[in-house]
């Protein structure tokens, strides 16, 4: 048993080298983060996308127990490459990227690809950010807490995404001990005009500033939604109402953001 262990780990970490194992053709857009208070962006969110446009959901259908060692892989190398070329050095943003933490079998090894790339664009490792959503299939609590304690080690900010949406975010945050968290998009949709939305959010901003955690609101489309989640003291958002991701390029903000 133990023989047949170490020969399928030798198997998927040699796909993990390079992320050659995962076959199907992919690439990155771009979606900025803004900070409201600078009025700047504060970084750029690396989402997967078909090579002719289509959605992440094309693509994660193809990842299985398999390639998906290689494509958690081949995606933070082609986030990385695809950023900087797109110009990330010429701003102070910094590059998110998601990862699936069932695609790390040793946070440490497994990271080494990574940091890698990193060094060969030279970009600092304080300037990327790792996603996971509290709805992955996780694995063992112990695990996830040694991927993010690895990563924070190294420099990296580790972010829980999608808060809210599943039944263990308080857990997890509690947990875990992200740097941020990412209000999910159905708190954030219709804020403005929902005063149970805007108790929830303004609970957890308050306890995010006891825990020194920064907060991110995703999803936010409307002038209405951005004014009410700056009211509620979220400093950091997401949406189609600052900028669309754009394949291969980091778009730049809607000007009428910051147009009182």
């Known amino acids: 048993m133990p023989y047949l262990f170490t020969m399928r780990m030798e198997r998927l970490c ?18 900025p983060i803004v900070d409201v208070a600078a009025g700047k962006v504060f970084a750029y969110e690396a ?7 289509a959605g992440a959901h094309q693509i994660l259908s193809g990842v299985n127990e398999a390639n998906r060692y290689s494509f958690d892989q081949a995606c933070r190398v082609k986030a990385i490459e695809m950023a900087v070329e797109a110009g990330l050095m010429q701003s102070d943003a910094k ?5 699936l933490p069932n695609a790390v079998y040793s946070p440490l090894a497994c990271i080494q690809l990574t940091l890698a790339t990193a060094r060969s664009v030279d970009l600092p490792t304080d300037r990327l950010i790792f996603e996971f959503t509290e709805n992955e299939q996780m694995g063992s ?7 993010i304690d690895t990563y924070k080690k190294i420099g990296f900010t580790v972010a ?7 039944h263990s975010g ?18 954030v949709r219709g804020i403005d005009g929902d005063h149970r939305r805007q108790a929830i959010v303004r609970a957890v901003v308050n306890m995010c500033e006891d825990l020194n955690t920064l907060v991110v609101a995703e999803g936010i ?9 700056r009211n509620l003291g979220v400093r950091y958002h997401q949406g189609y109402w600052y900028a669309r991701p754009k394949i291969g390029k980091l778009p730049a903000i809607n000007p009428e953001c910051f147009v009182n």
């Open 14 to 31: 040699s796909g993990c080298r390079d992320g050659s194992d995962f076959e199907l053709p992919f690439t990155m857009a771009f979606q």
């Open 47 to 53: 989402l997967v996308r078909g090579v002719a446009g």
């Open 95 to 99: 590059l998110s990227i998601n990862f």
């Open 141 to 147: 609590p112990e695990h996830v807490s040694s991927i």
């Open 160 to 166: 829980i995404d999608d808060f809210g949406a599943g």
């Open 170 to 187: 308080l857990d997890m945050f509690a947990s875990f001990c992200p740097d941020e968290i990412k209000l999910d998009m159905q708190l």
């Open 221 to 229: 489309e409307n002038a209405q939604e951005a004014s009410a989640l």
